[in-house]
């Protein structure tokens, strides 16, 4: 398969965890990139690799990967961190870009 | 810092053609690949085309291929998409971007891109 799925909508309580999930077979080769999007910005790359956070991402963001399946979780959820996140890897060939549908994250 | 700063974007008829320009700075962008990628405003992001560091190697998405060319000029670090037959379904905003880590790591502001008659 070429495509990365992940849930179209999640939601948290303010200060709880939650966990954003991607799935597709290019994860078994490739670790997913991480992306948060808010209403009329650009995307903000948050997490890449096995489970790491550009400069200036707060550490309550983590990531895993195993087999097909990468996640993003986020430890103590905050207002600021509600917005649409997005994974994304290269494919098979390793010339191309898969982005997955994109989770909307609601923080209660 | 990184910036990347996309410019060319507006309102074209179908058929038409457009060319985006993204402006790099604060980094070695002869030493980077570079990506498209689009965005229909209220839905995902969807990968349009990448470009090697040197500009000798380039891919294309299905929807595009054919129509639009990705071309790099590192010595005024720049990147380009070229859009020829436009079609509706082509309206979007565009990003660039800068592959690293496997990853898009920066990203530019976007620029409209609208297709109609």
């Known amino acids: 398969s070429s495509e990365l799925t992940q849930d179209p909508a999640v939601s948290v309580a303010l200060g709880q965890t939650v966990r954003i999930t991607c799935q597709g077979d290019s994860l078994r080769n490739y670790y997913a990139g991480w992306l948060q999007q808010k209403p009329g910005q650009a995307p903000v790359l948050v997490m890449y690799g096995r489970n790491n956070r550009p400069s200036g991402i707060p550490d309550r963001f983590s990531g895993s990967s195993s087999g097909n399946t990468a996640s993003l979780t986020i430890t103590g959820a905050q207002a600021e961190d509600e917005a649409d996140y997005y994974c994304h890897s290269r494919d098979s060939s390793g010339y191309h870009l898969l982005f997955a549908g994109g989770t909307k994250l609601t923080v209660l | 810092e990184v910036q990347l700063v996309e410019s060319g974007g507006g309102l074209v008829q179908p058929g038409g053609s457009l060319r985006l320009s993204c402006a790099a700075s604060?980094?070695?962008?002869?030493?980077?690949?570079m990506h498209w990628v689009r965005q229909v405003p209220g839905k995902g992001l969807v990968w349009v085309s990448r470009?090697?560091?040197?500009?000798?190697?380039?891919t294309y998405g299905d929807s595009v291929r054919g129509r639009f060319t990705i071309s790099r000029d590192n010595a005024k670090n720049t990147l380009y998409l070229q859009m020829n037959s436009l079609r509706v379904e082509d309206t979007a905003v565009y990003y660039c971007?800068?592959?690293?880590?496997?990853?898009?790591?920066?990203w530019g502001q976007g620029t409209l891109v609208a297709v109609s008659s």
């Open positions: 470009i090697d560091s040197d500009g000798s190697s380039t």
């Open positions: 971007g800068r592959d690293r880590y496997d990853s898009v790591d920066y």
């Open positions: 604060g980094f070695t962008f002869s030493g980077y690949w």
